[in-house]
C-alpha cells in the first residue's frame, strides 16, 4: 500500500526548491505533484517495508522446508 505521507514529504520538498517567483503558483503545483507523483507510484507497484518483510520471512520458511523435503527424498532414494 502506497503511503501517501511520503508523497506529501516529496512534494512539499519540491515546492521548496522552487525559486522564489514562483511561490504565486506553489498550491498549484503542489496539487499537480501530488498527482503525478501518486500516479507513477502506483503504476510501480510498489510494496510496503513490512509487507516486504512479511513475503521474505514466508519465502525463507518454504526454503527452509524445500531443504528438508529434499534431505528427506534423498535418504529414501538412497535406501
Known amino acids: 500500500m502506497l503511503d ?3 508523497i506529501d514529504e ?5 515546492t521548496e526548491a522552487l525559486p522564489p517567483g514562483a511561490a504565486q503558483l506553489q498550491e498549484d503545483l503542489e496539487v499537480q505533484f501530488r498527482a ?3 500516479k507513477a507510484f502506483e503504476r ?3 510494496v510496503t517495508r513490512e509487507e516486504f518483510d512479511i513475503q521474505k520471512a ?3 520458511r518454504a526454503q527452509v ?3 528438508a523435503l529434499e534431505r528427506q527424498l534423498q535418504e529414501l532414494e538412497s535406501r
Open 65 to 67: 522446508k524445500l531443504a
Open 58 to 60: 514466508v519465502l525463507e
Open 4 to 6: 501517501l505521507g511520503k
Open 44 to 46: 510501480m507497484e510498489l
Open 36 to 38: 503525478i507523483l501518486k
Open 10 to 14: 516529496l512534494v512539499k520538498k519540491l
